[in-house]
């Protein structure tokens, strides 16, 4: 049944024939996929990764993508016909990664974020709907959760996000939940922790700062005591997530991360050994309402069949690599 733009409701997934995958080892054909958000740094890792294993693969996002022999739809996807053109007929999934990532500027901007977070993720997954695109990967966060002290966090605990990034996630996650059970769609989202690695040079986050401060000088400032854990995970095993989740049968929710969370001070020590700088850091009064811990059970996504292959220290060495060959 072709599925014509404009109608009323999209085929179901089973009706539609999802396609391609019966697990990563039974691979049966090449994937057409749209990677909103491809340009980014995870979106470039994903783009990589499903180009090296065949799929065709397309990128929707505000900058155009480094290599142009990627198809890239630029624009911005809170304007509806910029989703009409990046989603296509025949598409097979949709990695969905396009958001403004900022918590500070979510804060900051609630309007500006909910636009672009959750209207344009609703104007996809319209498009997909109406032309059975069946399958939608997303990138969500484990800060749909809220803070929990020191609990560990899964799949399970209820949704108290705490900024408008953390809520226009879990908005996002909802309406992902109701399009898979009103329509079929097999969706996907993946709680990420704090993702990092090699091509993150533009990024505002620790590890990044670390390693700027490893190469040019600097000082680290380190929030209250700096027992505070976090998770971190790997690029390349956040991106093989994603192309997990392309692979998945059923709708799902994971959380991603390494399972291992360490402290900001434990993270300074293996930077400054890994880099073999004494990178400098001052501590400076803890922010008001930081969570004293982000730790995570990544025991549901392990038993759908993928874990992570970096522990903190290997990540961070190849991130500095990477820092190092792209200096000066
Ligand atoms: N990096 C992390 O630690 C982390 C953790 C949890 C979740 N995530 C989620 O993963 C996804 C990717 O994160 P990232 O770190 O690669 O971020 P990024 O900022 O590097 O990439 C996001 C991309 O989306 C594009 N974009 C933003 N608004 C757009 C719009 N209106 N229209 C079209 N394109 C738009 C940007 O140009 C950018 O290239 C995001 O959804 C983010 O919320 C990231």
Known sequence: MPARRGSVRGPRADEAGVRGYHGESERVSTLRILVTGGSGF???HVVERLRARGDDVSVVDLKPFPDPSVPCVVGDLRNRSIAEEAVTEGLDGVVHLAAITSVLQSVNEPDAVFHTNVVATEYLLEECRQLGVARFVFASTNAVAGDVGRATIDES???RPMTPYGATKAAA??????????????TVALRFTNVYGAGMQTKDSVIARLMRAALAGGTIQVYGDGEQLRDYVYVTDAARAIEHGLALEE???LTIGAGESVSMNE????ACE???????????PGKPGEMPAVVVDISHARATGWQPEYTVRDGIAATWQDFRSSDG
């Open 251 to 253: 709708p799902d929710v």
């Open 157 to 159: 605990l209820s949704l």
């Open 267 to 270: 993270l300074h020590r293996l």
């Open 274 to 284: 890994v880099t073999g700088v004494e990178i400098a850091k001052e501590h400076v």
């Open 173 to 186: 996650e909802m309406l992902f939940s109701a399009y898979a059970s009103s329509y079929g769609m097999l």
């Open 42 to 44: 995870i979106g470039r």
